[in-house]
């Protein structure tokens, strides 16, 4: 199957906040209530920050934040802080997991 | 707190066959429960993942490798191994082993630090 589709890049100033969109079809993203959401910084192994399109885990600030509509999933980062700075890239499932392109996260 | 590390070859030759072993510690992987995994990433790349077993045996793999990849599991030594046949360069990736949670569709909480495997000759 074919990657989610993320915007390339997005970029915020501290505190504000910023939203990655992730679409699909309705063959994954729109046919599971299933999203989760990766947090990649350079070098490092990803981190879940979502799971099941808005569950935190343990540990991950409440600035984090996960919904679906239809198709399209989207994570929003709150109060944006400075090690927010990364990649994030997110994950459906269409009988087999499939990620999304990733976007890059700057804080400006 | 559970901790993941990969370990193998750094470099394969073209058509033979990668061998990964995830070691876990700070956990039991017999105790059920959870799903481990393996997943790559190509150089400046998305995520893959490749499939996962249950501490009983059972694996589901990504159908795109399905042909040519084997993950195992040795409780006695708290690991699982990942073997990926017939390799070429397009092979060439960090492999992360992690642990995956959830009933109906897991997802991964703990993450190995990953490897690079380079396939060339």
């Known amino acids: 199957q074919s990657a989610l589709t993320q915007p390339r890049s997005v970029s915020g100033s501290p505190g504000q906040s910023v939203t990655i969109s992730c679409t699909g079809t309705?063959?994954?993203?729109?046919?599971?209530?299933?999203v989760s959401w990766y947090q990649q910084h350079p070098g490092k192994a990803p981190k879940l920050m979502i799971y099941d399109v808005s569950k935190r885990p343990s540990g991950v600030p409440d600035r984090f934040s996960g919904s679906k509509s239809g198709n399209t999933a989207s994570l929003t980062i709150s109060g944006l802080q400075a090690e927010d700075e990364a990649d994030y890239y997110c994950?459906?499932?269409?009988?087999?997991?499939?990620f999304g392109t990733g976007t890059k996260v700057t804080v400006l | 707190q559970v901790q993941l590390q990969e370990s193998g070859p750094g470099l394969v030759k073209p058509s033979q066959t990668l061998s990964l072993t995830c070691t876990v510690s700070?956990?039991?992987?017999?105790?059920?429960?959870?799903?481990w995994s393996w997943i790559r990433q190509h150089p400046g790349k998305g995520l893959e993942w490749i499939g996962y077993?249950?501490?009983?045996?059972?694996?589901y793999y990504n159908p795109s490798l399905k042909s040519r990849v084997t993950i195992s599991v040795d409780t006695s030594k708290n690991q699982f191994s990942l073997k990926l046949s017939s390799v070429t360069a397009a092979d060439t990736a960090v492999y992360y082993c992690?642990?995956?949670?959830?009933?109906?569709?897991?997802?991964?909480?703990?993450w190995g630090q990953g490897t690079l495997v380079t396939v060339s000759s």
């Open positions: 077993i249950y501490y009983s045996g059972s694996t």
């Open positions: 992690a642990r995956g949670f959830g009933v109906v569709i897991p997802s991964f909480d703990y």
């Open positions: 700070g956990g039991s992987i017999s105790s059920g429960g959870y799903y």
């Open positions: 309705s063959s994954d993203v729109g046919g599971y209530h299933y």
């Open positions: 994950c459906s499932f269409a009988g087999s997991y499939v």
